[in-house]
């Protein structure tokens, strides 16, 4: 032990001033500046059942946003939750045929997002096969099989109690779907910035030889968290059904692009080893607000594509142009 | 006798004939540091010069430089005395400069020729790459320097030190004046080594200038004709090497008097900790059978190769062995993994500080924690007042040297970096500490204070393996020294046995 | 050699597909007749010419997800460019079908190497710029086989040496990026840059400007198949090839190339992307559902990727004398 007592400070920078210099602050002001915008934009804005309404442009692709952002942050990604929604969707379909209630829907549909994150998980840390390829075979696999199963039908019928989950509200303009997205993005919150487990999701997506070395079960982690995409994938496919009241193979076509745009415009580093869910919650409402702000202008859904595209991209290369600039 | 530090002084020709190479007051910096401060070094025809310095002196920036990957900040590449820049790795390349580089830099998946030849490839009329003329002159090349290698093979196939002969082929592949070779001896054989000396001396034969960096002082004495040194970016001294001393050299390396001073320690070894019986392996090594004891220092000596790391990191649950038992205080357990091991007592810290060690992106106390987050938590929920509390307590217990303990890891000196992996494993309560190479990449300065360290954990009781290739390592710190060779114990060495001659004749099997 | 050439990947896949070809044959003799199988290739052939561009992309450890959009957006500019101006020579649409995916690739290119943004956002992002831009050029119309000039429709059709030119294109850019891989230093690069970037920079080798050139190219031949398609099919509207951009990335896996880079054969390409034409073509003949080629082409994936790990999996060093003489 040394004898002369020299005391290393904890941090130098305190963790609020860390936080106003942060990705998070900044997408804020982004946030702000839209909805300021799209109020003087649109008379129709500012209306509390516009507003409650355009939060279902987000909400369920937020909810797996969140488990996908602990995901990227560990390194590995997941493109099939799209096609997990589908299939997940299809077994409630079919078992709505078979005279199953509401609860065992919501049980099937749970179960079968389960299943599909578990066999992702299984063939990336059991066999080591790389998470994008595995998960763009698997994105063919699980909505082909509901393509098997419908053809070009659909599974109607869903009894009335079951489309609470979709359409339901719990008070006044407040949907069961919002106040489920805020519930759920306090426990990723909690989950990945107050626990051991969110610090090894952390360790390992820095450096996962490293964590492995340091004694982290890297890849229990990272097939928990396989699981963990595919029950949130589980969770919209019975907000969606629920909402839409049919299923159809083609359901949620495209949105894992949306769900990693979330996740990455969240600040999330697609190369792994850093983000925020709180990030990720405002990134949600970027992308619903301009969303909304648009279609409330009649811009037809493409071109908002266009936007959240040029998001995407521009949130990460105007930074850097900037600071090609000033070196400059 | 000596340049004084940081001369500015042009490059001095020496008697005979002028220098082909050179570098004029040259300067880098990297934002925050400055890498090299106006060095100058000349290299001349058939002529080997020494680059020497510690870790971090520049000698990789110097590399760098004269091989066109980094531009200077300041001053002049000289090419036969005329200041020639070098913007791209192929303007060197043009004017004669190549280099074998530290790690063996190839493409696996390429053919041994296109390996040679890739950049450079002799093409035909319609502007192809000319594969018969290239094979042709790829095969030359290898029976020149002795390789007996087919340039048709795909590289993946071949082994680690025709890998390195096929580099060497590379390098010479253009008409060549200057070879750079940055510590070319690192991975090879006695063998090995002996069959690259005599490629350096052909290569002065044909009047080629040869930069030799390596921080092995037999072998500068044996093949270099001059020297420079280098210490934290500034030239510190050059000349003839038969006008100096090793002692001379390593005061201007280290920059003070240093006779390597181990600890003096009065072995206080306890009941056996450990126990390994008969550990295999399908190809890196058989029949490993020893005993730890409590307070022992047990050395681990052989030559590069010789599968110590690999046996260590399958004991600590990297691969599983296909046979063999362990015991910890006479209970047999399983090791299936790293945590599994972690958990039985045994940690490891390994020779790859940068992957295997630490998560450089993340803040020190968080690397102190990682393996013992189950201690500073209530529920899987982190304590961060208690987190911090026992990173500052091993921390100051290590004297780690940082701005705050949420400085990130990579941004800390080797030494400082090993600290923290040292202090990472001790706050789990270890029985067994495995060190695999200790002070590689570790300032002289701070190599004394591990060594202190470690003989001052086992004076309370811990029982230390330590794998070092270091044989000054070996003999000053082990109180017994296993030898392995070709994956196997070849000699297990007391205290009053231990010679360096004992130990180089057991690892080289002569 | 011998014994190399038959372990190797492409061979393995050559057998997969007489396989395919064997026990769709049982069912359905036609299909082998050489007339049906120069349809599948033709029909094929856009996907070919897809993959060989993504293969060279996924060589330098990068992925292009835009390419059945620019695709799509090139397929509308140049039915637009008909439609104002029918009496162009087709070499005029040819080169602005050919110059506009190119630059679009180099779009992507460029956001890669200069602003070094990981390339699977950068893709993610053009491919959704690039259909929004569609619509906006379009405004949602579609430009109709009535529109377009009877040339137009007619190149991909016309018949050479009893093969259609769309084929043709096929195989020409087969031979092209075959020679183009093995014998240019472009084509060496490719492998170094994704095989062992660090080192390719030691060897004079820019690895984003590689990357940019990858990207070029795979821009080029989506490019060129804009054309192709839109006038074999007669029509051209915003979500032409939707989804296309995963059939192109799995008749790379399926080929063998590797996702981390530096692994891949043009034959390779060419293999796989067969290997999804035959099932897609033999499903409606066989009396399957066609709704079944999603989760074949999906579970292919899956096979071909385990199947690729295996064959590449790292072996530990070799120190033990025995292990030296036992492989």
């Known amino acids: ?235 919209a496919a019975v907000c969606l059904t629920a909402r839409l009241g049919s299923t159809r193979p083609s359901i949620a076509t495209g949105w894992e692009l949306e769900v990693v745009t979330m996740v990455v415009l969240g600040g999330v580093s697609i190369l792994g080893g850093s983000g925020t869910i709180i990030g990720v919650v405002i990134a949600a409402f970027v992308m619903g607000l301009v969303t909304f702000g648009l279609g409330l202008l009649n811009v037809p859904g493409i071109v908002m594509s266009i936007v959240i595209g040029a998001l995407l991209i521009g949130v990460i290369a105007l930074p850097r142009l900037w600071s090609m600039w000033r070196a400059d | 006798m000596l340049t004084q530090p940081g001369s500015n002084a042009p490059p001095k020709d020496m008697p005979g004939e002028p220098a082909v190479l050179a570098l004029h007051e040259v300067t880098k910096t990297f934002p925050g540091v400055k890498a090299l401060s106006e060095v100058s070094l000349s290299l001349y025809p058939g002529k080997v010069t020494a680059l020497i310095g510690e870790n971090g002196a520049g000698k990789s920036t110097v590399v760098k430089i004269l091989t066109g990957i980094y531009q200077p900040n300041g001053g002049n590449i000289l090419v036969d005395g005329k200041p020639t820049p070098f913007p791209v790795p192929q303007a060197a390349a043009n004017n004669g400069v190549t280099a074998i580089h530290q790690e063996t830099v190839l493409f696996d998946e390429l053919s041994v020729a296109e390996n040679i030849f890739l950049g450079h490839a002799p093409h035909n009329a319609l502007g192809l790459i000319d594969l018969k003329t290239m094979t042709e002159k790829a095969r030359a090349l290898l029976e020149s320097i002795g390789a007996n290698i087919d340039p048709d093979h795909k590289l993946k196939d071949l082994g680690i030190a025709n890998k390195h002969l096929v580099a060497i082929a590379r390098a010479l592949s253009i008409d060549a004046r200057v070879v750079i070779m940055d510590e070319p001896t690192a991975a090879l054989s006695h063998k090995e080594i002996e069959e690259l000396y005599d490629l350096v001396e052909s290569l002065k034969a044909q009047g080629k200038a040869i930069l030799f960096i390596s921080h092995k002082f037999d072998e500068i004495f044996r093949i270099a004709d001059n020297y420079t040194v280098f210490r934290d970016g500034q030239l510190i001294g050059d000349g003839a090497i038969a006008d100096v001393s090793e002692a001379d050299l390593v005061k201007m390396m280290v920059g003070r008097d240093v006779s390597q001073i181990f600890p003096e320690r009065t072995p206080n070894v306890g009941d056996a900790v450990l126990s390994v019986q008969g550990y295999a392996h399908p190809t890196e090594f058989d029949d490993i059978s020893f005993t730890l004891r409590k307070g022992e220092i047990l050395g681990f000596y052989g030559l590069v190769g010789a599968g110590r790391s690999e046996f260590m990191q399958s004991l600590f649950g990297i691969t599983r062995p296909s046979a063999g038992a362990v015991e910890i205080d006479g209970t047999p357990v399983e090791i299936k993994s790293p945590a599994d091991a972690v958990n039985n007592g045994i940690v490891y810290v390994p020779e790859d500080r940068g992957k295997q060690g630490a998560v450089l992106d993340l803040p020190i106390f968080q690397n102190i924690t990682l393996p013992s987050l189950g201690r500073i938590s209530n529920n899987g929920f982190l304590r961060l007042a208690e987190e911090f509390k026992l990173a500052r307590e091993y921390a100051e217990r290590l004297d780690l040297r940082a701005a705050s303990l949420d400085t990130h890891v990579g941004n800390l000196s080797g030494g400082n970096q090993q600290k923290v992996v040292i202090a990472k494993w001790l706050a789990t309560h270890p029985k067994v500490i495995i060190l695999d190479e200790p002070t590689k990449g570790v300032d002289i300065g701070s190599k004394a204070a591990v060594h202190d360290f470690m003989a001052e954990l086992a004076a309370q009781g811990l029982a230390i393996v330590m794998v070092s290739s270091e044989i000054p390592e070996v003999l000053g710190m082990s109180d017994r020294v296993i030898v392995m060779r070709e994956g196997r114990i070849v000699a297990e060495l007391a205290d009053h046995e231990l010679e360096p001659e004992t130990l180089v004749r057991h690892a080289a099997g002569i | 050699m011998l014994k190399r050439l038959i372990t190797s990947r492409e061979a393995l896949l050559i057998g997969a597909i007489v396989l395919l070809l064997v026990l769709i044959s049982t069912r359905f003799p036609g299909f082998v007749r050489p007339a049906n199988l120069a349809n599948v290739f033709n029909d094929t052939s856009p996907l070919i010419l897809l993959a060989i561009g993504q293969m060279i992309v996924i060589l330098t450890k990068c992925i292009d997800l835009s390419v059945a959009a620019n695709l799509a957006l090139t397929g509308m500019v140049v039915s637009m460019v008909n439609v104002a101006a029918p009496g162009l020579p087709m070499a005029v649409i040819l080169a602005v079908a050919i110059g506009l995916g190119a630059l679009l690739g180099m779009f992507n290119g460029i956001l890669v190497w200069k602003l070094q943004i990981p390339p699977i956002v950068v893709t993610l992002g053009t491919m959704t710029i690039f259909r929004g831009t569609i619509f906006l050029l379009s405004d949602g119309k579609w430009v109709n086989s009535h529109e377009m000039s009877p040339a137009f429709k007619a190149l991909p059709r016309t018949d050479f040496l009893s093969l259609p030119v769309l084929s043709w294109m096929a195989i020409i850019a087969v031979i092209l990026f075959t020679i183009v891989m093995t014998r240019t230093t472009l084509g060496r690069a490719f492998y170094a840059a994704g095989g062992n970037p660090h080192a390719a920079t030691y060897a004079g080798i820019n690895v984003g400007k590689t990357q940019f050139w990858a990207f070029t190219i795979s821009g080029a031949l989506a490019g060129l198949t804009g054309y192709l398609w839109v006038s074999r099919f007669a029509v051209a509207y915003v979500d032409i090839a939707g989804g296309f951009e995963l059939d192109v990335v799995a008749a790379c896996v399926i080929g063998g190339v590797s996702i981390m880079g530096g692994i891949g054969t043009v034959a390779g390409a060419l293999l796989g992307a067969l290997f999804l034409g035959i099932i897609k073509n033999a499903l409606p003949v066989v009396d399957i559902s066609p709704f079944w080629q999603l989760a074949i082409s999906g579970g292919a994936i899956i096979i071909a990727v385990a199947l690729n790990a295996q064959a590449n999996r790292e072996k530990g060093r070799i120190i033990l004398k025995r292990a030296e003489h036992a492989t």
Not at chain 1, 98 to 103: E, L
Not at chain 1, 127 to 151: E, K
Not at chain 1, 214 to 231: A, D, W
Request: aromatic share 12%; glycine share 10%; with cysteine.
């Open chain 1, 1 to 235: 032990m040394s004898t002369t007592e020299r005391l290393i400070p904890d941090r130098l920078r305190s963790p609020m001033e860390q936080k106003l210099k942060s990705w998070e602050t900044l997408l804020l002001l982004v946030a702000i500046a839209i909805f300021v915008a799209n109020s003087f934009a649109s008379p129709y804005f500012l209306n509390a059942w516009n507003l409650s309404d355009a939060t279902f442009n987000f909400t369920e692709k937020a909810m797996i946003a969140f488990a996908m952002a602990l995901l990227i942050i560990s390194g590995e990604i997941d493109l099939s939750v799209a096609s997990i929604i589908a299939l997940a969707s299809t077994a409630m379909g079919a078992a709505v045929q078979m005279g199953v209630g509401t609860p065992g829907l919501v049980l099937i549909g749970l179960g079968v997002g389960v299943l599909c994150g578990a066999f992702n998980g299984l063939l990336v840390t059991r066999m080591g096969l790389p998470s994008i390829v595995v998960t763009i075979g698997t994105m063919s696999l699980f909505r082909g099989i509901s393509f098997i199963v419908l053809g070009d039908q659909a599974f109607r019928g869903y009894p009335a109690s079951f489309s609470w989950f979709g359409q339901g509200y719990v008070w006044w303009v407040i949907s069961f779907e919002f106040v489920l997205f805020a519930i759920i993005a306090v426990i990723y919150a909690v989950l990945l910035h107050k626990t051991n487990f969110g610090r090894a999701v952390y360790a390992i997506g820095n450096n996962a030889t490293g964590a492995m070395f340091s004694g982290i079960r890297v890849n229990r982690v990272k097939f928990i968290l396989f699981l963990l995409t595919g029950l949130m994938s589980g969770v």
